[in-house]
């Protein structure tokens, strides 16, 4: 009964029949339809400003004070696209083939192949405003290569790329609000969906500065909001990051797809003690040339630069010699954990493995010193012009490294452990982004479209930016072309009126419940039962004991928090319990959706289900299906929409 | 590295909204690790005060990696406190020692209105980018990347100067809170690449205006600005952007 409304026909004429057959809208009739759009992010901000653009009357919603600092401000590493600028082999069909394997045979063709079509596009669009991408001497684009892939097609500015390709699309937001096409809410936050009649109409917002709830209009509703890592408290995410809009579109009859598939990133700056608020990544692109090890010997107290070659375990290229320290992510994760987990990591969390440049530093130093012709020269000039070398390609890394931990990494190895950073799942949306509300759509890290059960470095920029630049476009305007004969629903009507309710008493509630507890406390104490149990490896029994204590925390949550301060102020006390309270409801969603799922695919890892060699045991004959989870009263219901391979073979990944 | 315990006297600006009037709050934190940053520091009082069923300490803050332009504080007399080129939220413990005093400000400025606490209101940003700091192509129309090769020097200073993160710092280390270092900045990034020649004059007459019409002083080159700039944008940016004015004012084609 899932219909993932796929377009008939071969894989790469999909997309363009569509396009040549989808419904129009003409352009005086745009003018009339109003498109509230929750998130400003990637995917938000290129949706606002394209849709804008064509002449719809747009109303774009976030909780910072500017589109400018959502979350994709921070992505560092670069953003992939089907140029073949390089000459090295890559086309639509290579990004789109790897991308599916990358996902471990979970995603959609359709929308997979889509992705990389449109890929081309973004770069030219971003280009045109003025995104300032890394270039060559010759003044043409340059490329580098990230995980999972053999061809050089990553688009990137320094360690800023989302900043940058951000502050693009924010430019061109900003632009249709001065031209009017755009009204833009800062510090608004989205508590609620309105549907009339089955169909997404609206939503109620809180304005954060005077804590006064709004209604909003819409004859359709975007939800571009951005992923729920922070479900489990520490995380790569800012702060802010929360699941609220697409929990609330979830709770009224959104089906919510694969929510267990996180993906743990391998190369971030351990925890250093309870006072951490967040994890800060290191971008995957120092492991082309860090190595990573962990001392052999249990309970090693030497520094490790005083340990030998030899007492040193490089477990990674012990493990998987074809791929070494470039395993894809959810590979390298693991193996960390396994160390760590029986005794061999570092520091004094002993929660770290090392990252190494010292190997590197050498390397690069003795090709300098041949490049220069300085003949034989002794191992201090070596080492200092191979950090000069070092400096020059990971530098803002370095340092970013020393400020956080006070430890210089040209000397000491970094000390990494990985932490979540990515969620694959989301709301489920067919084809077209539009999710099981009618009206209702759902783009960027918030839906669960294209990255199966594993993300490949550099594909969540492009998915954002396909989907607002040149995705919803078209197929908005599909569902749109049926609305023009209805009129704007005045805000008074009983379905508005309701919801505002509803919000209401959810607020008042949170404040007369003047308990003992602190909602960050409450937040601290959920991540570290979804780490524990619902992290990097799972198995039943712990996600069953991880359900109960969610239900529990959840019944504590409700009876025993402490909000200060008042409703009608800056209250960000009051808005976190909001988001912590959507948090803890997901968090038994997606402890549910990892015991349904019977096998390892991925980000996903069943400890009862592994190959003798500990890898990933994928079960295609009967889990090859996207989990589509829908809020039923007392519980939720799981609905399969199975997954169809007319292109690729599904093939057990290797990396040995 | 070797961690140490501290002890501190925190001095924090309160002021209920828009309309009261603004005082200090001094607070004793102990138990504060050289291993945190000054926003975990904040945290924890924070932390206490609401179990204690205070009013928490508002303000703004999102990436925490330095790169959102969120995290606002006036620290010890300087924004974003001791470290060169490093935001709030970079800010490490490590940099005070037990028994100091920090004294904690919001950003003052005509331009950015106290909403509460530490947090103002920087939306004035956002109206003169909305006058003029973009480059007018629509979705789709753009040729292909490579069609325009850009040298690369122009490209690596364009990206130098789009290293702004808008958060505001120039403007609360000027006397005269002039805006000058952030609007020079998006100058820069436009009009050193080709595709933002069209409206390069257009450009610098009207975010120039909107910048005078929001409140912000005007410059006298005191430097103060690039001194506390997280992101090291250089004073150059405001010579590059008063010639790209006065060109802009004799070309008959602004
Ligand atoms: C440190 C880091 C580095 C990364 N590096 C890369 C990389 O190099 N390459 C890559 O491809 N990907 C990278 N990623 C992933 C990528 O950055 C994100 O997946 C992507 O930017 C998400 O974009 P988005 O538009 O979907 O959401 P976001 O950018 O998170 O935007 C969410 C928006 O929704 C708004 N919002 C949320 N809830 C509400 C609500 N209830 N009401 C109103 N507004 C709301 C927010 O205000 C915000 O505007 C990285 C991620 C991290 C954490
Ligand atoms: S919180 Fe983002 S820059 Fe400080």
């Known amino acids: 009964m899932l219909d993932a409304k796929i377009p008939a026909g071969s894989l790469e004429k999909k997309w363009s029949d569509y396009k040549n057959h989808v419904k129009l809208v003409n352009p005086a009739n745009k003018r009339k339809l109003e498109i509230i759009i929750v998130g400003t992010g990637l995917a938000g901000a290129s949706a606002a400003a394209a849709l804008g653009e064509l002449g719809y009357k747009v109303k774009a919603f976030c909780f910072q004070d500017s589109p400018r600092r959502a979350h994709s401000i921070a992505a560092q590493g670069g953003i992939n696209a089907a140029k073949n600028y390089q000459n090295d082999g890559d086309s639509v069909f290579r990004l789109f083939y790897d991308t599916i394997k990358g996902g471990d045979y979970r995603s959609r063709e359709g929308n997979v192949h889509r992705l990389a079509e449109v890929s081309s596009a973004i770069i030219d669009q971003c280009v045109a405003q003025g995104v300032p991408f890394a270039r060559e001497y010759g003044g043409l684009l340059s490329n580098r290569s990230f995980g999972g892939t053999q061809v050089q097609r990553t688009f990137y500015a320094a360690g800023q790329t989302g900043q940058q390709l951000l502050v693009g699309a924010y430019q061109a937001l900003e632009r249709q609000i001065a031209l009017g096409n755009v009204k833009m809410y800062t510090r608004h936050e989205m508590l609620e969906l309105v549907q009339v009649d089955g169909k997404a109409r609206g939503i109620i917002a809180k304005d954060l500065v005077t804590g006064e709830l709004e209604r909003h209009f819409g004859h359709a509703v975007l939800l571009c909001s951005g992923g729920y890592g922070n479900v489990f408290y520490l995380s790569t995410n800012a702060m802010g990051s929360n699941t609220t809009a697409i929990w609330k579109a979830h709770k009224k009859g959104a089906f919510f797809g694969n929510p267990c598939f996180t993906q743990i990133h391998p190369t971030c700056i351990p925890v250093t003690g309870e006072h951490q608020s967040k994890l800060t990544l290191m971008s995957e692109s120092l492991r082309n040339d860090g190595r990573i090890w962990v001392p052999k010997n249990l309970n090693e107290e030497r520094k490790p630069f005083d340990i030998p070659e030899d007492e040193r375990d490089y477990y990674l290229e012990r493990r998987y010699p074809a791929f070494g320290n470039l395993v894809p992510r959810d590979v390298a994760s693991r193996a960390a954990k396994e160390r760590c987990d029986l005794g061999y990591g570092v520091g004094t969390s002993k929660q770290a493995v090392y990252l190494d440049y010292a190997a590197a530093i050498k390397r690069y130093g003795e090709i300098e010193a041949s490049k220069r012709n300085l003949g034989n020269v002794d191992a201090e000039t070596i080492t200092k012009m191979g950090k000069e070398v070092v400096k020059e390609k990971y530098g803002n890394l370095f340092d970013m490294y020393e400020k956080i931990t006070g430890e210089n990494p040209y000397v000491v190895p970094m000390r990494i452990y990985p932490a979540v950073h990515y969620t694959m799942g989301g709301l489920w949306v067919d084809y077209e982004l539009m999710t099981t509300i009618p009206g209702l759509y759902a783009l960027g890290e918030c839906n669960f479209s294209d990255h199966g059960a594993n993300r490949l470095g550099a594909s969540a920029l492009m998915q954002g930016l396909a989907d607002g630049y040149f995705v919803i476009p078209y197929t908005v305007g599909n569902y749109l072309a049926d609305e023009i004969r209805v009129a704007n629903i005045p805000t008074s009507h009983p379905a508005f009126e309701e919801a505002e309710k509803a919000v209401r008493e959810r607020i008042e509630k949170f404040m007369s419940i003047n308990g003992k507890q602190t909602v960050e406390s409450m937040h601290k104490r959920l991540g570290k039962i979804m780490w524990d149990k619902c992290g990097m490896a799972r198995n039943a029994q712990g996600l069953r004991e991880a359900i109960e204590e969610i239900r529990q925390l959840k019944k504590e949550f409700w009876s025993d928090i402490k909000v200060t301060g008042v409703i009608n102020d800056f209250n960000p006390e009051l808005d976190k319990a909001g988001r912590i309270a959507d948090f803890i409801e997901l968090g038994e969603l997606m402890c549910m959706d990892a015991l349904q799922r019977e096998e390892s695919c991925g980000g996903h890892f069943r400890e009862e289900f592994q190959t003798g060699e500990g890898e990933a045991d994928r079960r295609d004959d009967q889990f090859m299906y996207v989990a589509a989870w829908e809020h039923v009263s007392g519980g939720w219901q799981l609905h399969k929409e199975d997954l169809v391979y007319d292109v690729v073979k599904p093939s057990q990944r290797s990396y040995k | ?254």
């Not at chain 2, 909305?130 to 040298?151: E, H, R, Y």
């Open chain 2, 1 to 254: 590295m070797d961690h140490y315990e501290m002890k501190l006297t925190l001095k924090v600006w309160r002021q209920a909204n828009n309309k009261s009037k603004g005082r200090f709050e001094t607070f004793q934190v102990d138990g504060i690790s050289s291993e945190m940053s000054f926003l975990e520091m904040i945290d924890i009082l924070n932390e206490r005060l609401v179990v204690e069923g205070q009013d928490p300490i508002a303000f703004d803050h999102d990436c925490r990696e330095g790169i959102c332009g969120s995290c606002a504080m006036h620290i010890n007399g300087r924004p974003h406190g001791p470290w060169h080129a490093t935001t709030t939220c970079q800010l490490h413990m490590r940099a005070f020692k037990d028994g100091d005093t920090i004294v904690v400000e919001p950003w003052r400025a005509n331009g950015f209105p106290i909403i509460k606490d530490l947090v103002t209101d920087r939306s004035a940003f956002d109206r003169i980018i909305q006058a003029g700091g973009f480059i007018s192509v629509n979705t789709g129309n753009a040729v292909d990347g490579n069609a325009l090769p850009i040298n690369k020097d122009n490209a690596d200073a364009s990206f130098a100067a789009a290293a702004c993160i808008s958060c505001g710092a120039c403007v609360a280390a000027c006397k005269n809170a002039s805006a000058s270092l952030f609007l020079s900045a998006k100058i820069s990034h436009l009009g050193l690449l080709p595709q933002g020649q069209p409206e390069r004059h257009k450009r610098v007459i009207s975010m120039v205006a909107q910048m005078d019409k929001e409140g912000f002083g005007s410059c006298t080159f005191t430097g103060a600005c690039e001194a506390v700039c997280p992101k090291e944008i250089a004073i150059t940016n405001i010579s590059r952007m008063h010639k790209d004015y006065l060109a802009a004012g004799l070309s008959a084609d602004n």
